[in-house]
């Protein structure tokens, strides 16, 4: 057999791993820093709503800040600004500042019906405070199975 000084050498060489995506729940501290920057931006949404529907008829304004009228807003814009949000990117306005993201509690995509249903049970009294336990998971993540996690892609090293 000869030699070919043309051919490529051989070597039994095992491809390199790719680190595994590391998915951790979100901490304390950063689902309390998502409430304080979704209420900036639940708040932002409804002043803007609110001078859209002041410029086309201030008679609807003005039924819309009293009574009844003014819960229903208020459940119109926190819908507006958490479900379609939350349903379509996984994530708010807080979840994107602090680099956290939804999903379901297996890991998947949370779905239409569970964004919902964590959106609704977020109206009970001090809800928003149950996830301040050791392990942060409030009452509307474990109601509608979903997750806040960490967007890490790596372990850290």
Do not use: C
């Not at 459940?75 to 708010?92: D, I, K, M, Q």
């Amino acid at each position: 057999m000869q030699h070919d000084p043309y051919v490529p050498p051989r070597a039994d060489v095992d491809p390199v791993p790719v680190p595994p995506r590391v998915e951790q729940l979100a901490s304390g501290a950063q689902r309390f820093l998502n409430l304080l920057i979704d209420l900036v931006g639940y708040y932002g949404l409804a002043i803007v709503i609110e001078a859209i529907i002041l410029l086309a008829d201030r008679r609807l304004m003005a039924l819309l800040l009293e009574g009844p009228g003014a819960y229903l807003f208020a459940w119109a814009v926190y819908l507006l600004y958490y479900v379609p949000s939350e349903t379509l990117f996984g994530r708010t306005l807080g979840k994107l500042i602090t680099r956290t993201r939804t999903v379901s509690a297996s890991g998947a995509t949370a779905s239409f019906a569970q964004i919902l249903g964590r959106t609704m049970t977020r109206w009970m009294p001090f809800e928003a405070l149950t996830f301040l336990r050791s392990q942060p998971i409030g009452l509307h993540d474990k109601w509608s199975g979903t997750r806040v996690v960490s967007n890490r892609l790596y372990p850290e090293t």
